[in-house]
């Protein structure tokens, strides 16, 4: 029977990699949300960032959510395919004199302190290449999580114009992650908390381009020993096929529930549905929204 809940969620891997114990925690937490919810969830590739994209990371991925009982709705959108889409949104941001252009060096920057302090702000900028900044003229310091509870930011962090299109000629993350997440209906945005405070500048352009800003929900990463995150960059190793309902078993404990060891991976997964909705609803009631 087709969903006839609003509730849109998403898993936004990027393919520089094959998925590890610390995406698994994402991509889970993402599912039962929205699958307590009776909600959507859809998978999409993140494989903007071209250099540290690898060819066939994006297929490896998609089986091994599938060895992990986490099915998509919908088609796979792969960010690549979409630069017209981005340049446009740009471009309307750029007519709205939201943005302006900075030819600065990353030395330059840091010469000046911790954060961009908007030097180029009130400068034609006409060297290539430049980078385009936000005009971010009404910074959100402060917003509710639906894990973290309220969160505030540093002022100076918050109010920094921050980039949009790369001088390297790349979009920046920030920019596209909003732009698909409002094209592709997304009401709960559920992902590990290294991204709680770009959170700001996200909410920060939700307001210019939607009506309506999204709930997020940030859960806690997965550290090595020396406290850093699960990452590719850090080694971590990847899921295997062969141990699927032991990492399933890991990733439901991580999240705080308490998976029956003898069941099945699909029955794993409908019961975390279950003690997702009895444990964390209230946490996630899209009411409380920012
Ligand atoms: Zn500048």
């Not at 939201?98 to 911790?114: E, H, N, W």
């Not at 030097?119 to 003229?137: G, L």
């Not at 009404?138 to 917003?143: E, G, T």
């Not at 308490?258 to 009631?285: D, G, M």
Request: glycine residues 6%; hydrophobic residues 40%.
């Amino acid at each position: 029977m087709p969903s006839t809940s609003p509730y849109c969620g998403r898993f936004a891997p990027t393919p520089s990699g094959p998925l590890h114990f610390g995406s698994l925690i994402a991509a889970l937490a993402s599912y039962l949300d929205a699958r307590s919810h009776q909600g959507r969830w859809l998978v999409r590739i993140e494989d903007i960032d071209t250099p540290r994209a690898v060819a066939g990371a994006d297929f490896i991925i998609l089986e091994q959510l599938k060895h992990h009982e986490l099915h998509w709705d919908g088609d796979i959108i792969y960010q690549s395919q979409r630069l017209e889409r981005y340049q446009q949104v740009l471009q309307q941001l750029e007519s709205q004199q939201l943005t302006y252009r900075c030819a600065c060096t990353r030395k330059q920057i840091k010469s000046l302190g911790p954060y961009y302090t908007g030097v180029c702000r009130n400068k034609s900028v006409t060297t290539e290449p430049a980078a385009i900044r936000f005009r971010n003229d009404d910074p959100i310091l402060q917003f509710i999580d639906g894990w973290q509870g309220t969160v505030t930011l540093e002022p100076a962090f918050a109010a920094e114009d921050f980039v949009l299109f790369r001088r390297d000629g790349l979009f920046t993350y920030q920019l596209t992650v909003v732009i698909d997440d409002i094209d592709q209906g997304i009401t709960h945005i559920v992902r590990g908390e290294d991204l709680l405070t770009a959170t700001s500048w996200q909410l920060n352009l939700w307001r210019c381009l939607a009506q309506q800003t999204p709930q997020f929900i940030h859960v806690p990463l997965v550290r090595d020993t020396h406290g850093r995150k699960l990452s590719k960059q850090n080694h971590a190793p990847a899921l295997t096929v062969t141990d699927a309902k032991d990492q399933l078993l890991a990733a439901l404990r991580f999240l705080g529930l308490t998976p029956t060891t003898k069941l099945s991976l699909t029955q794993l997964i409908e019961e975390a549905v279950q003690q997702w909705q009895a444990k964390y609803f209230h946490a996630t009631n899209p009411q409380d929204t920012i």
